[in-house]
């Protein structure tokens, strides 16, 4: 016979079923997304993340929750007590029914945002009780709420509200649940998961229970001093998104790209990827984001290429396949992270494309520069080339090597029939090649 912690879990799964009804978690998600635009907009806070995590109580953390938090003797319950009876406790008492998370990058900013939402809740309560018949949707914020700002074991608080939202169901009567909202930084959202599996929620006993905590207490130390650093990094120099969001693609992806490349250092490979691939950086963010929040969608994308085209065929057979062969086939590892169907056989090509549309695109911008003008700049800085050594501006190519080699590609592209290649192309291409030489080059012009 089911007992009462049986009974509430059948009441969870009922409730659950009529919020994803009546679209609850998707409502109120666009509501906290806005806010976040809003904060972005007016508090200056840039760097959180315009996507929630979101969820709603599943019934096996609320069955562990039953017993810990002693819901059967708080909520008056026994096993008399209906279905109805059970729903209605739930959806008035469950104070984290719905869970979403304001993900941000620093732990600094946590008080600031939470103190925003807290702002904005307070508004819409007040107008409330001064307008108890105002329509749907709108929110409660409960008496207790100042106390939901809990103190972790690591001394730091944890940001989080409580709050009861009333919204109109798709049966056209009013209902309520309450919802909880979190703001985490990204260490405390990774430390958390952690802490909350091994020592929170910990199973049974485990004997090395006091070894763990020490060792989570010097990871989250560890963690802190990481965002301390990437803060500073961020308020004492310009530190574009971009920047930090290819460097958590580095982190997310290097295991992988590493094992793919047979142990090989994959560095180098990431600072060619960022650059030749730059047009592409929303994919980068994306994918990151993904990692971030589960509950955000990436998809790899697929690529449409003219291998008819003479710029890219040129670049593709004379340059690519003739003065680098093979050379770019271990950036087949990264690019297989954001692309479907990249191989050996056709990396060249989907670099060709990226370096074309962000030449063509660039020319768009910029009044482009006659590539003789270039060559005439580049002879007179001969002078300086001393400067940088010409065995250590690439560990793949010598300074001094490039320097020749795009020489005599630019050459050998001048030297092309002009019913092969217009001028114009032969302009976009010889702007290919410097901008190729450059990126390898380790952003030292060959």
Same mark, same amino acid.
């Given at each position: 016979?089911?007992?009462?912690?049986?009974?509430?879990?059948?009441?969870?799964?009922?409730?659950?079923?009529? &919020?994803?009804?009546?679209?609850?978690?998707?409502h109120l998600k666009k509501i906290i997304e806005r806010q976040i635009q809003e904060i972005k907009h007016t508090k200056?806070?840039?760097?959180? =993340?315009?996507?929630?995590?979101?969820?709603?109580?599943?019934?096996?953390?609320?069955?562990? /929750?039953?017993?810990?938090?002693?819901?059967?003797?708080?909520?008056?319950?026994?096993?008399?007590s209906s279905l109805e009876l059970c /729903?209605?406790?739930?959806?008035?008492?469950?104070?984290?029914?719905?869970?979403?998370?304001?993900?941000?990058?620093?732990?600094?900013?946590?008080?600031?945002?939470?103190?925003?939402?807290?702002?904005?809740?307070?508004?819409?309560?007040?107008?409330? #009780?001064?307008?108890?018949?105002?329509?749907?949707?709108?929110?409660?914020?409960?008496?207790?709420y100042k106390d939901d700002v809990t103190e972790l074991k690591t001394k730091d608080k944890l940001y989080k509200v409580s709050c009861e939202y009333k919204y109109e169901n798709s049966l056209g009567t009013t209902q309520s649940c309450f919802f909880e909202l979190q703001i985490k930084c990204m260490v405390h959202n990774l430390w958390g998961e952690v802490e909350h599996e091994v020592s929170y929620k910990a199973p049974q006993y485990d004997y090395a229970f006091q070894s763990k905590n020490k060792q989570l207490r010097d990871i989250y130390s560890s963690l802190k001093s990481s965002d301390s650093q990437l803060k500073t990094l961020y308020t004492s120099q310009t530190y574009e998104e971009q920047?930090?969001?290819?460097? &958590?693609?580095?982190l997310y992806? #290097?295991?992988?790209?590493?094992?793919?490349?047979?142990?090989?250092?994959?560095?180098?490979?990431?600072?060619?990827?960022? #650059?030749?691939?730059i047009e592409d950086s929303s994919l980068v963010i994306d994918y990151v984001k993904n990692h971030l929040v589960p509950s955000y969608t990436?998809?790899?994308?697929?690529?449409?290429i003219d291998r008819n085209e003479n710029i890219s065929r040129y670049f593709v057979n004379e340059v690519l396949q003739t003065k680098f062969v093979g050379k770019f086939n271990d950036l087949t590892a990264i690019a297989k992270r954001l692309y479907e169907d990249v191989n050996e056989e056709n990396i060249c090509w989907l670099i060709?494309?990226?370096?074309?549309?962000?030449?063509?695109?660039?020319?768009?911008?910029?009044?482009?520069?006659?590539?003789?003008? =270039?060559?005439?700049?580049?002879?007179?800085?001969?002078?300086?080339?001393?400067?940088?050594s010409s065995e250590t501006s690439s560990p793949y190519f010598p300074k001094i090597y490039l320097k020749n080699l795009q020489q005599e590609i630019d050459d050998k592209i001048e030297q092309q029939s002009n019913s092969?290649?217009?001028?114009?192309e032969k302009n976009v291409l010889i702007q290919c090649v410097e901008f190729l030489c450059f990126v390898i080059s380790g952003g030292i012009a060959a």
């Open positions: 016979m089911p007992d009462l912690s049986d009974n509430l879990c059948t009441a969870l799964n009922t409730v659950r079923s009529e &919020l994803e009804r009546d679209c609850v978690l998707d200056k806070i840039e760097l959180i =993340l315009d996507e929630t995590s979101s969820r709603i109580k599943s019934t096996t953390s609320f069955k562990e /929750k039953i017993a810990r938090k002693n819901y059967l003797k708080d909520w008056g319950l026994n096993e008399e /729903k209605e406790v739930i959806r008035k008492k469950l104070s984290d029914l719905i869970g979403i998370r304001v993900n941000c990058f620093f732990k600094d900013e946590e008080e600031l945002i939470y103190k925003y939402f807290i702002e904005e809740l307070e508004t819409f309560s007040r107008d409330f #009780q001064n307008n108890p018949e105002v329509e749907t949707p709108h929110f409660i914020l409960p008496v207790s920047d930090l969001m290819n460097s &958590l693609f580095f992806t #290097q295991s992988d790209v590493k094992h793919d490349l047979n142990e090989k250092n994959p560095s180098q490979l990431y600072t060619w990827f960022f #650059q030749l691939f990436f998809s790899r994308t697929t690529f449409e060709t494309s990226k370096i074309i549309r962000h030449i063509k695109k660039e020319n768009e911008t910029e009044t482009a520069v006659d590539p003789n003008v =270039l060559r005439e700049i580049a002879a007179q800085d001969e002078d300086d080339d001393d400067l940088f092969f290649l217009s001028r114009e």
